[in-house]
């Protein structure tokens, strides 16, 4: 990579994707990296009908961005932190988070009404297995339905009726200049691994230069969730919520397992000084408590 050139960054065609890529942008030019951005049509963006589980779950956003970085058709790629499965492309590295945005989640309601008083059945949309237990949990009388498309799309199927509420990243939600009817407290629903947070991914070649423009306390946060993520395995198909900080030097990290109905739910806090040995001993402790159960009765359903 040579810094004198404008660098190919790499990201999704869409307008949350443009927002995230400027933000991207301005942090890397802060460190001398001028770049221009490259739209990417991924299969998440082509097909917008499918469940995300049924076309390729984790990673579905993220795959297409990969090969263009292996294949150099871009130099450096952003992706929304959440998006990126546990394992990323052999020869490349996550070399560089910003600040990290709201983690939590927000809803939007046709009424503006917040999530414990939307009306009794109502028809609530997300595309995520977490959000939908979580929801469940909290309110097992809802209609919780899943939904497909961009943010503005899940906002208008609410305008039109098809929904009485959806919820979506609150991130995303401001990113786009976009007012949620409520940010659901954390302890109601308890975010994705990544969530709020933009990565910069790069061949490994590059990392130590792109390295420069990370925040570290949002590397240490994310890598600790990522590391849950990765700990409990590829086979772990559960509502899996995670949510990683750093205090007094320590990383703590808290990890939410949930059956798909949201009517079990085991939660595990720790910290200690490495993000990926945090990360590690609460998916083992998740799993001590109840989660290989959850897990071995969720396999045979």
Known sequence: MT????????????????????????????????????????QGDRDRT????????????????????????????VHSAKDVPPAIAEGTSLAAYLPRGDVRDGL???DGVGLLD??????????????????????PDLDVADIRGNVDTRIRKVEEREYDAVVVAAAGLQRLGQRASELIPIDLIMPSPGQGA?????RVEDAAQVATA??????????????????????CSLPLAALGGVR???????????????????????????????????????LERGGERLMEADAGS
């Open 248 to 286: 007094g030097g320590e990383v703590l990290l808290a990890g939410r397992l949930l059956s798909r109905d949201g009517s079990e739910r085991i939660e595990i806090q720790r910290s200690g000084d490495d993000p990926n040995s945090v990360g590690a001993e609460v998916a083992e402790t998740l």
């Open 50 to 77: 499918s469940s995300l589980r049924v076309i390729g779950g984790q990673g579905v956003f993220v795959r297409a961005v990969e090969q263009a970085l292996l294949d150099r058709d871009i130099d450096i790629a």
């Open 108 to 110: 939007v309601s046709r």
């Open 118 to 139: 939307l009306a009794e059945d109502a028809r609530v949309g997300t595309g995520s297995r977490r959000r939908a237990a979580q929801l469940l949990r909290l309110r």
């Open 198 to 202: 933009l990565v910069v991914q790069c």
């Open 214 to 235: 990370n925040h570290a306390p949002t590397s240490q946060a994310v890598s600790a969730e990522r590391a849950m993520l990765r700990a409990l395995g590829a086979g």
């Open 3 to 42: 810094m004198a050139r404008v660098l190919r960054l790499g990201g999704r065609a869409s307008k949350l994707s443009l927002v995230q890529a400027n933000l991207a942008s301005e942090a890397l030019s802060a460190i001398g990296i001028a770049t221009e951005f490259v739209p990417i049509t991924t």
